[in-house]
């Protein structure tokens, strides 16, 4: 039986280069009854611990180490066990938000995450951070796409560690090289599709420009 996606919002604030900014994010789990992994674990660690229930949590795995996708994530990793996975690119972005708490694993491009007997493909995507993954699961059609990609453009970088440039090419390069009927499921606000974004990158570097 192929895994379900699940999705819970959580609230809190994302705070960089000193500012701070109320913000929703979405947490996405994917699993069956058995086991399930969290991607990005934002805001309420009690929250996505009750979304995981009694199942094993494989895997704590972040998009990007902006506060706001990982500040519940030891919280969620000593509670359940399950080990922490992200880039070493964000490396400096995660030492500000959790200075004594080392992540447990690096994340690789190319790698292939396993849970339910479901493979999601990391697709390392810099530019709205340098560190910045997607994770690719062709059995669900689905995307998993951080802050990388939204319905309607790119992810902002107008901050420190960020490249407009670069996430440009991520996202020409990496993701729409994805089937058109990919559903992109984001790290903030709705879910779009490859084939319905693909069609405005040219628009998006003439306005980034």
């Known amino acids: 039986m192929t895994a379900r996606i699940e999705h819970l919002v959580t609230s809190g604030t994302f705070e960089l280069d000193g500012g701070s900014w109320e ?9 069956d009854e058995r086991e399930v992994m969290v991607i990005d674990a934002a805001h309420d660690e009690a929250a996505i611990a009750d979304a995981v229930g009694d ?10 180490a902006h506060n706001d996708h990982i500040n519940a994530a030891p919280a969620l990793a000593a509670r359940t066990g ?17 200075p004594q ?17 479901t493979g999601l493909y990391v697709l390392h995507t810099p530019g709205h951070a340098p560190g ?52 992109v499921h984001t790290g903030h606000g709705g879910t779009t599709s490859i084939g319905a974004e693909a069609p405005h990158l040219d628009e998006w570097v003439t306005r980034g420009h």
């Open 132 to 183: 910045a993954v997607c994770l690719y699961a062709p059995e669900l059609g689905a995307l998993f796409s951080g802050d990388t990609l939204f319905q309607g453009g790119p992810g902002a970088t107008g901050r420190s560690y960020s490249d407009f440039g670069t996430i440009i090419a991520s996202i020409r390069d990496r993701l729409f090289a994805l089937p058109a009927s990919t559903a």
């Open 23 to 31: 913000v929703d994010n979405n947490v996405w789990l994917i699993g």
């Open 55 to 64: 199942r094993n949590l494989v895997g704590i795995v972040c998009t990007h």
């Open 82 to 98: 399950a080990p922490i996975l992200l880039h070493p690119a964000d490396t400096v972005l995660w030492k500000s938000v959790h």
């Open 101 to 117: 708490r080392k992540p447990d694993r690096e994340l690789a491009d190319g790698e292939l995450l396993s849970v339910a007997g």
